[in-house]
């Protein structure tokens, strides 16, 4: 930790950087729960160094947070991180595990979904030698047809380990292929056959099938338990309207060069862009291998003094250029790639938009060399560098 405990005195050191907003995190759990039961829990997912925000930063604030009652995460990588950092909630895997890997997940006390008898047998054999109870959920495909077991799977896995003192089925669950969709109605045929699974196995108590967008869509489809990622950050999935999200990451950068260029004359690679103009340029220290894809060359917008800046030219492997004509921007002064500026703001659904993709791919795609500093009111609470 630096000795500035102060966010606009550290960044001043970087010339590029990810803010993460503990407040906004807090509140946007709040109004999360607001539309739960106090019988439905709220499964935070942290898959993707949460969603390409820093676990080492947003886990103990989630860790603290009463309002979040599990975690779940891919792979059973993610979830020895999670443990390594202090975190002590139930951790599921939704993603398949091999069966040499049994012993981790019992070492760790790592929730496992268990799609075979042969990885059940491997975690009742590894509870027993370690003197615990393995925790598995069972993953129903109802026509996702990415991951999961068929009814007649689910009923025999249920029959095989019903009675295993080694193990505990814990949870059921599935995912809905069209949730995000403006037409959902894929969901019905799902939830159809989801039922028809909980019938065949009425004794495992603890169901979850809604993502973000679900859970704000059908709050008839809570179940037991809510598996939200993009809400919680703050970001809203499409064709829904959600309660009041802040987002918590902001992007930030420093413009490290102001050059001048004259009509006719071309920027970056392949002079993709050449000016119209007399114009002032800004060179941005984030490029490609940070997450900002090439799909921005000519093609996005920064905050720079306040106005909305375009990206000239090919966004390379380091840097981007903008044109800061019409702003009163100048060497080493902030710009803002996502977040807000002087009262305007980029949203990550405006920027995404831009490039025909969706928030997750782009947040997931924020590259581990910028640093990330999450806070509180401005003051830090922790600093994650390179």
């Not at 393995?134 to 129903?140: N, T």
């Not at 019903?162 to 019905?188: M, P, V, W």
Request: hydrophobic share 40%; net charge negative.
């Amino acid at each position: 930790m630096s000795e500035s405990f102060d966010l606009n005195e550290q960044v001043q050191k970087y010339s590029a950087w990810i803010e993460l907003d503990l407040d906004a995190l807090t509140e946007n759990i709040t109004s999360i729960k607001s539309l739960l039961s106090q019988q439905t829990a709220l499964i935070a997912v942290v898959k993707a160094n949460a969603y390409g925000h820093g676990i080492q930063l947003l886990g103990p604030a989630l860790e603290e947070n009463s309002g979040v009652e599990k975690f779940a995460v891919y792979t059973i990588t993610e979830g020895i991180e999670l443990r390594s950092i202090g975190l002590k909630k139930p951790i599921l895997i939704m993603g398949p595990v091999d069966v040499k890997l049994a012993n981790l997940a019992i070492e760790h006390n790592l929730t496992v979904t268990c799609d075979s008898k042969e990885l059940g047998r491997a975690l009742a054999q590894a509870a027993l030698a370690a003197g615990k109870t393995a925790s598995i959920h069972l993953k129903v495909d109802t026509g996702m047809h990415r991951f999961g077991n068929t009814i007649e799977e689910i009923m025999s896995l249920e029959k095989e380990f019903r009675d295993d003192k080694n193990i505990s089925i814990e949870g059921i669950y599935t995912h809905l292929a069209n949730g995000d969709l403006q037409d959902d109605s894929f969901s019905d045929v799902q939830i159809a056959k989801f039922e028809a699974v909980l019938e065949a196995v009425p004794n495992i108590a603890f169901r979850h099938v809604a993502n973000s967008a679900t859970t704000i869509k059908r709050p008839q489809l809570h179940y037991q338990g809510v598996r939200c990622g993009l809400v919680m950050y703050g970001e809203t999935p499409n064709n829904i309207s959600p309660p009041v999200l802040k987002p918590v990451l902001s992007l930030k950068a420093r413009i490290m060069r102001v050059s001048n260029v004259d009509t006719g004359e071309g920027v970056g690679y392949g002079l993709q862009w050449k000016a119209s103009r007399p114009s002032r340029l800004g060179l941005i220290p984030i490029g490609y291998a940070d997450g900002w894809f090439r799909f921005f060359s000519n093609n996005g917008i920064v905050l720079a003094g306040g106005v909305k800046c375009p990206i000239v030219g090919t966004v390379s492997m380091d840097s981007f250029v903008i044109d800061i004509t019409d702003s009163t921007a100048d060497f080493g002064d902030e710009v803002v790639l996502l977040g807000k500026q002087k009262g305007k703001k980029i949203s990550i659904s405006e920027t995404v938009s831009k490039i025909h993709t969706i928030p997750y791919e782009l947040l997931t795609g924020l590259g581990n060399r910028i640093p990330r500093i999450s806070h509180r009111r401005g003051i830090i609470i922790g600093i994650l560098e390179p």
